[in-house]
C-alpha cells in the first residue's frame, strides 16, 4: 500500500475493514504506530475489533507511548496481541479490565515455548495464595478474593496460549492438551480454595479427582464441561462416613469455585455426571465402591467414558490407584454382549437430541462431525486395545495414528481422518475463542462466519472458503467412518491396494465379533466368497460391501444379513443389472441389508425369488398392487396352463412376490398395520379366486361336463375382517348352489372335488409358501360337510345354531366366487350375526361363559399369559370379543356397527355413544400393537408366533420393526405390557360387567 498520512476508504475495505468510516479516527489516535500497525491489523480476523480494542487498551494502560511503541517495533507482539483482540471479544474485554496482562504477550519465546504442567499449577496456586510445594496446598486468600485471583490468572494463562495458537499456528493437539494442563491446574488450585473454606476437617479425607473426557485425553476445547469423577478415603484415624461427608463437601466446593459466576466472571462449569449411577449416585464413593458398581452394574457406554481417565487433582496415589482398578475393566468391554449395540445406540441417541434448526451446523454431534471421528476411533481402540496395547492412547489423534502404524487403518484413510478432525477441532476452537461460550454450531450469521474464515487464514472470500473446506472435511468424515470399521476386514481375505490396512484373521475375527457376528469366522467366510479373485463381480463386491457390512452391523442379525448377500449374490452375481442396482442404487443396496439382517420371512421369500431383489429399487415399487391388478395377473398365468396343478403353481408364485412385496415395504417404508391386512387380505382373496377358477376348470375336465353348480368362498376370521397377518390362515367357509335343474349329487359332488383340489394345491410343500385354508369354522366343525348349499346353511342356523356361531359370524365376508351367492349368503346371515333386538342375557352370559373357557384352556402350554398376542391379558382376543359382543348387543338398530373390521366398529361405537372415547382410544392401541409386534415377530421368525420371542436377538429384532433405537428392547416391551394392562382394565368393564 502506498505511503500516506490518511489511508482511504478503499484501502481499509481492501485490508478488511467493515466500518471504514469508524477506522479512520481510531487509526488517529495511535498516531505514528497507525502506519506500521495498518497491514498487522488487517491481518487479524476482525480488523475493525481489532483496531476498536486496541485504542482501548491504550488508553487503559498506565504507559500508553510502551506500548504503542512495542506492538509498532517488534511484528511479533503485534502479531500476538493483534490476532487475540480480533479473534476474541471476550479476551479483549479482559484486556479492558486487566491491561498490565498485555506485556505477557511481549515474551518472544511464546512463539516456542509451551509452558509446562507444572508451570501453570504453580502460577494457579500462588494466584490463590497456596504453597505449589505442599502435598495439599491450601488457599490463604479469603474465599471471595481466592475466586476472583483464580478467574483473573486463568484468563492470563489462556490469553497467552490464544496468542500463541492466532500468532504462531500452534498444532491443535498442542493446543489442546495445553488447555487440558491448564484446567488440571485450576483444578488443583479451585481444591485449595475449597480446603481452605471447610477448613481442619479438610484434613479427614483423601480426595482425587480423575478427570474424563477431553480434559482426561488431554484434548480440551477452549472453552467446556470439564468431567470429573471423584474418589475418596479416610484418613488415618478417621470414620469412612465422615471421610466421605467431608470429600462430599470438597468436592461441592471446588465445584462452586471453579462454576460460580463473580465480577470477574466464570471459569467453566466441573461435572461429575459420568459418575456411577449419573446425577443419581453419590457425588464421592471410595475406591471399593467404584470397584463394586463398575464390576457388577455399569454400562458399556460408561466403560467408553473411562477410556480417557487420569488423575489431575488432589491425592496422587489414590487418582493413580484408581486408574490401575478400571484399566482391566475398560479393555474387556468389547467382550460383553451388546457391546456394539449399546455404542451405536448411544451415538443415535446423541444425534436425535441435536435441535432441527442446528443439525446442518453442528460441528460436534451432527453428521460428519467431530463426534463420529470420536466414536470410531474409540470403538476400535476398545475392540484391538484388548490384545495390543499400542492403540491405547486415550488422545484421538494419537490413538488414530496408533491405529494406523498397527495396520488397523488404513495409511491413506488415517491421515485424511487426521486432516479433517484436526480442521473440525480448530474451527471449534475458533468459534468458541470469540466469546469463550460453549458451543459447537457454526453461526448462520454471514459476519461471524467470515471473522471465522480470516481467523483460519482464509482473506480473499472468507465465508465461501470456510463453507468449501468444512463441507469437504464433513464428507470425508462420513465417506471414512464407513471404510474405517468395515474396509480392513475385507483387505483380511481379499487382494486389496497396498495402502489398505490389512487386519490379521485375529484381528478381523475380533472386530467382527464386536461389531456384532455370532460367528465371524463364518462372517469371514462370506466375505472372502464374495470378493476373491479378479471377477468383475468381486471387485464390485469390494466396493459395495463396506457400506453393507455397516448397514448389516446396525441391524439385528449380521449373520443372517451376510449370508443371505451371499446366496442371492451368487444366485444373480452373472446377472448385468443385480450388482449395478446395488452399486448405483444405495437405497436398494441399504433396504436389501435391512431386510436380511432383520427378516427371516422375507428373506426366505427373496431366497426362493433373487430377481424380485429389483422391487427394493423405487418405494413406488413396494407400494401394494391392489385385488385388481394381482388377481388379472394370476388368472393369466393360471388360464395359460391346463393343468390345474400348474395353474396353482403359477398362482402361487405370484403370491409369492406379492407377499414379498407386502413384507419388504412394511419394513422399509411408512405403513401402518391396517394396511398390511388390507394388503394381505387382497393378495388371499386373489390367490382363492384365481385357484378356485382353475381347479373348477380341472375337474370339468376331468368329469367331462360343465360345473352344475355356483361356487362362493366366504372369509371368516381375521381374513373376513380384512385384518390378515403374515402368519395368518386363510379362514373361510365353502358353499355353492346348484344351476337349476342340475343333479344336486352331481352338483355336491364337483363342488366337494373343487374345493379339496383348491385346498390340496395351495397347501401342498415347494417352492412357495403354503396357503392353508382352513374351513373348521363351518357348521358341525370338522364333522360337518366341507361345501354346502345356501339352503343346507340356512336350515342349520334356523335349528341349530349357536350363539358362539353367531358371534363367528360377524367375521363372515363372502369375498371370492360367484357374486349373486355371496349376495345371498350375507342375506342369509345377517339377521342371525345382528339380531334386531340384541342379545338376551342369557346370550351374554353364555358368550362370558365360552370366553371364560377359552381363556382358561386354550392358551398353549407354557406360555406367558402377559404377552402372548392373541390369548393373552389385553391381547387381541381380550379386544375383538369386545368388539363382538357390543355389535351383537346393538348392531340390529345401528347398521353402521355392521362391519367386519375391528377398528372400524371401535370408531363406530364412539360415535353412537355406545362406548366412551377413551376407552375405545385403549382398546385401539392395544390392538394395533399387538397386530404389529405379531406381524413383526413373525417377520423375524420366518413362521408363524403368538408371543414376543424370549430370545435377545429376535426381541431386538422386533423392536426394531416397531421402529424402537437398538438396545430399547425392553423399552418396548414395557411398552406393550402397559398397552395390554390398560386394555384388560377396560374389558374387565366393558365386556365382563
Known amino acids: 500500500m502506498p505511503s500516506r498520512a490518511q489511508p482511504s476508504a478503499g484501502d481499509l475495505a481492501r485490508l478488511g475493514f467493515r466500518d471504514t468510516s469508524a477506522a479512520v479516527p481510531l487509526l488517529a489516535s495511535l498516531g505514528g504506530a497507525a502506519g506500521p500497525l495498518l497491514p498487522l491489523i488487517g491481518r487479524s480476523a476482525d480488523p475493525d475489533q481489532a483496531l476498536a480494542a486496541l485504542v482501548d487498551l491504550a488508553d487503559a494502560v498506565d504507559d500508553r507511548d510502551r506500548l504503542l511503541r512495542e506492538v509498532s517495533d517488534d511484528e511479533g507482539t503485534s502479531m500476538r ?21 498485555w506485556s505477557d504477550l511481549c515474551d518472544p519465546s511464546l512463539g516456542s515455548t509451551r509452558p509446562t504442567a507444572a508451570s501453570m499449577r504453580g502460577s494457579l496456586l500462588e494466584a490463590v495464595g497456596a504453597d505449589p510445594g505442599d502435598i495439599e496446598p491450601v488457599a490463604t486468600l479469603s474465599y471471595a478474593d481466592a475466586l476472583d485471583a483464580l478467574r483473573v ?60 473426557g477431553k480434559c482426561g485425553g488431554h484434548e480440551l476445547n477452549y472453552v467446556s464441561d470439564v468431567d470429573v469423577v471423584f474418589v475418596a478415603e479416610a484418613a488415618d484415624g478417621v470414620a469412612e462416613t465422615v471421610a466421605l461427608r ?18 470477574e466472571g466464570t471459569i467453566w462449569p466441573v461435572d461429575a455426571n459420568l459418575r456411577p449411577e449419573g446425577k443419581s449416585g453419590p457425588l464421592v464413593r471410595t475406591l471399593a465402591s467404584h470397584e463394586g458398581y463398575y464390576g457388577r452394574w455399569a454400562k458399556t457406554w460408561e466403560f467408553q467414558a473411562l477410556l480417557k481417565a487420569r488423575p489431575v487433582a488432589g491425592d496422587a496415589a489414590l487418582g493413580a490407584a484408581y486408574v490401575e482398578m478400571i484399566t482391566p475393566l475398560v479393555w474387556t468391554a468389547a467382550e460383553r454382549d451388546g457391546f456394539v449395540e449399546e455404542v451405536q445406540a448411544m451415538r443415535r441417541r446423541v444425534v436425535a437430541h441435536i435441535p432441527a434448526d442446528q443439525s446442518e451446523r453442528q460441528l460436534k454431534l451432527g453428521s460428519g462431525g467431530l463426534r463420529d471421528v ?73 459476519d461471524a462466519r467470515r471473522r471465522l474464515g480470516r481467523s483460519l487464514g482464509f482473506t480473499r472470500d472468507p465465508v465461501r472458503e470456510l463453507d468449501k473446506l468444512w463441507n469437504f472435511h464433513r464428507r470425508e468424515v462420513r465417506r471414512l467412518h464407513e471404510k474405517l470399521f468395515y474396509r480392513p476386514l475385507l483387505a483380511a481375505v481379499a487382494r486389496m491396494s497396498s495402502d489398505e490396512a490389512r487386519l490379521s484373521p485375529e484381528a478381523a475375527t475380533e ?9 465371524p469366522k463364518a462372517a469371514l467366510r462370506h466375505l472372502e466368497a464374495l470378493t476373491s479373485g479378479v471377477r468383475r463381480s468381486a471387485a464390485i463386491q469390494r466396493t459395495l460391501l463396506p457400506a453393507m457390512l455397516q448397514w448389516f452391523a446396525d441391524a439385528p442379525d449380521p449373520d443372517a444379513g451376510l449370508f443371505g448377500f451371499r446366496r442371492i449374490s451368487e444366485a444373480l452375481g452373472s446377472t448385468p443389472w443385480y450388482l449395478r442396482l446395488l452399486r448405483d442404487e444405495g437405497e436398494a443396496a441399504q433396504r436389501m441389508a435391512q431386510v436380511l439382517a432383520t427378516s427371516r420371512y422375507a428373506t426366505g421369500l427373496l431366497q426362493r425369488e433373487p430377481q424380485a431383489v429389483a422391487l427394493l429399487g423405487e418405494d413406488e415399487r413396494l407400494e401394494p398392487l391392489g385385488r385388481a391388478a394381482v388377481q388379472a395377473e394370476m388368472a393369466a398365468a393360471g388360464r395359460r396352463r391346463a393343468d390345474p396343478r400348474e395353474a396353482v403353481l403359477a398362482i402361487r408364485a405370484i403370491r409369492r412376490r406379492e407377499l414379498l412385496r407386502i413384507s419388504v415395504a412394511d419394513l422399509c417404508v411408512p405403513f401402518g398395520v391396517e394396511q398390511v391386512g388390507y394388503a394381505l387380505t387382497d393378495v388371499t382373496s386373489a390367490t382363492l379366486e384365481a385357484s378356485l377358477a382353475a381347479v373348477v376348470r380341472g375337474v370339468e375336465a376331468a368329469r367331462g361336463v360343465p360345473m352344475p353348480t355356483r361356487l362362493a368362498i366366504v372369509a371368516m ?10 402368519g395368518s390362515d386363510a379362514d373361510v367357509m365353502f358353499v355353492h348352489d346348484p344351476l337349476p335343474g342340475a343333479d344336486p349329487a352331481q352338483a355336491a359332488s364337483m363342488a366337494q372335488a373343487a374345493v379339496n383340489d383348491l385346498r390340496r394345491l395351495l397347501g401342498e410343500q415347494g417352492k412357495d409358501p403354503t396357503l392353508d385354508v382352513d374351513a373348521d369354522l363351518r357348521p358341525e366343525g370338522r364333522q360337518g360337510p366341507l361345501v354346502r348349499t345356501l339352503e343346507s346353511y340356512a336350515a342349520y342356523y334356523a335349528k341349530w345354531s349357536a350363539v358362539w356361531e353367531a358371534q363367528a359370524l360377524l367375521r363372515a365376508a363372502p369375498v371370492v366366487g360367484d357374486a349373486d351367492v355371496q349376495e345371498r349368503f350375507a342375506a342369509l346371515v345377517d339377521p342371525l350375526r345382528f339380531p334386531a333386538d340384541g342379545l338376551s342375557q342369557d346370550d351374554v352370559v353364555e358368550i362370558r361363559r365360552i370366553k371364560a373357557r377359552v381363556d382358561a384352556e386354550r392358551l398353549p402350554r407354557g406360555a406367558d399369559p402377559a404377552t402372548h398376542f392373541k390369548l393373552g391379558r389385553g391381547g387381541l382376543s381380550d379386544v375383538e370379543w369386545t368388539v363382538q359382543l357390543l355389535q351383537m348387543q346393538h348392531a340390529g338398530r345401528v347398521p353402521e356397527l355392521r362391519t367386519t373390521k375391528t377398528l372400524e366398529a371401535l370408531r363406530v361405537a364412539v360415535e353412537q355413544e355406545l362406548l366412551d372415547a377413551a376407552d375405545a382410544e385403549g382398546l385401539v392401541e392395544a390392538w394395533r400393537f399387538a397386530s404389529r409386534a405379531r406381524n413383526a415377530t413373525v417377520q423375524v421368525r420366518g413362521k408363524p408366533a403368538d408371543q414376543l420371542p424370549r430370545d435377545a436377538r429376535e426381541r431386538a429384532a422386533v423392536a426394531a420393526i416397531l421402529q424402537y433405537d437398538p438396545g430399547e428392547s425392553d423399552a418396548m416391551v414395557n411398552d406393550y405390557l402397559r398397552s395390554a394392562r390398560r386394555a384388560r382394565g377396560i374389558v374387565d368393564r366393558v365386556f365382563w360387567g
Open 374 to 446: 470420536e466414536f470410531a476411533v474409540q470403538l476400535l481402540q476398545l475392540v484391538h486395545g484388548r490384545t495390543d496395547e499400542e492403540v491405547r492412547p486415550p488422545t484421538t489423534l494419537s490413538a488414530l495414528a496408533r491405529l494406523t502404524e498397527r495396520g488397523y487403518v488404513g495409511r491413506e484413510d488415517g491421515a485424511e481422518l487426521h486432516e479433517a478432525y484436526a480442521f473440525l477441532r480448530t474451527l471449534e476452537h475458533r468459534i468458541q475463542l470469540y466469546q469463550l461460550r460453549r458451543t459447537h454450531v457454526v453461526p448462520a450469521d454471514e
Open 81 to 101: 496481541l493483534l490476532s487475540v483482540l480480533g479473534a476474541s471479544q471476550a479476551l479483549a474485554d479482559h484486556l479492558r479490565r486487566h491491561p498490565e496482562h
Open 246 to 263: 467431608t470429600a462430599t463437601q470438597l468436592a461441592s466446593t471446588l465445584m462452586q469455585v471453579c462454576g460460580d459466576h463473580t465480577r
Open 153 to 212: 490468572e486463568y484468563r492470563r494463562l489462556l490469553l497467552s496460549l490464544a496468542a500463541r495458537d492466532l500468532a504462531h499456528h500452534v498444532g491443535v493437539d498442542d493446543v489442546a492438551a495445553e488447555l487440558s494442563d491448564l484446567a488440571a491446574g485450576t483444578l488443583e488450585a479451585g481444591l485449595a480454595v475449597a480446603r481452605a473454606k471447610v477448613g481442619e476437617a479438610a484434613s479427614g479425607a483423601r480426595l482425587a479427582v480423575v478427570a474424563m
Open 717 to 726: 376370521g381375521r381374513y373376513g375382517g380384512f385384518e390378515l397377518g403374515y
Open 511 to 519: 472386530r467382527l465379533a464386536a461389531l456384532g457376528y455370532l460367528d
